[in-house]
């Protein structure tokens, strides 16, 4: 079992910058890979980005890539999301997610585990 805890979300302004943190519990926590998702009002979830089980390999959506940066640090069992020059458009509810698997999968519904999710509001 594994248990995910999301943080660092708030309300910022356009341009500004939020690190979120993915806190996981479990003595394995380095067998999974993980995934950032976010859920923006009245639309789907969608993959922002991923990160490998060793944190050797990172894949990004489109709407990320050249703003976000994935990390992680095993050791604290921890899992972050750096997000940079912050547009309206990034607000959502954002949820990290573990599959038990070597390379984070784009597809929802292949994730073990899944956070509570953690707001983040860019405003104008």
């Known amino acids: 079992q594994v248990q995910l805890v999301e943080s660092g979300g708030g309300l910022v302004q356009a341009g500004a910058s939020l690190r979120l943190s993915c806190a996981a519990s479990?003595?394995?926590?380095?067998?999974?890979?993980v995934g950032w998702f976010r859920q923006a009002p009245g639309q789907e979830r969608e993959f922002v980005g991923g990160?490998?089980?060793?944190?050797?390999?990172?894949f990004y959506a489109d709407s990320a890539k050249d703003r976000f940066t994935i990390s992680r640090d095993n050791a604290k069992s921890t899992v972050y999301l750096q997000m940079n020059s912050l547009k309206p458009e990034d607000t959502a509810v954002y949820y990290c997610a573990a599959d038990r698997t070597v390379y984070p999968p784009r597809s929802q519904s292949e994730y073990d585990y899944w956070g509570q999710g953690t707001q983040v509001t860019v405003s104008s």
């Open positions: 479990g003595r394995t926590f380095s067998s999974y890979a």
């Open positions: 990160i490998s089980r060793t944190g050797g390999t990172t």
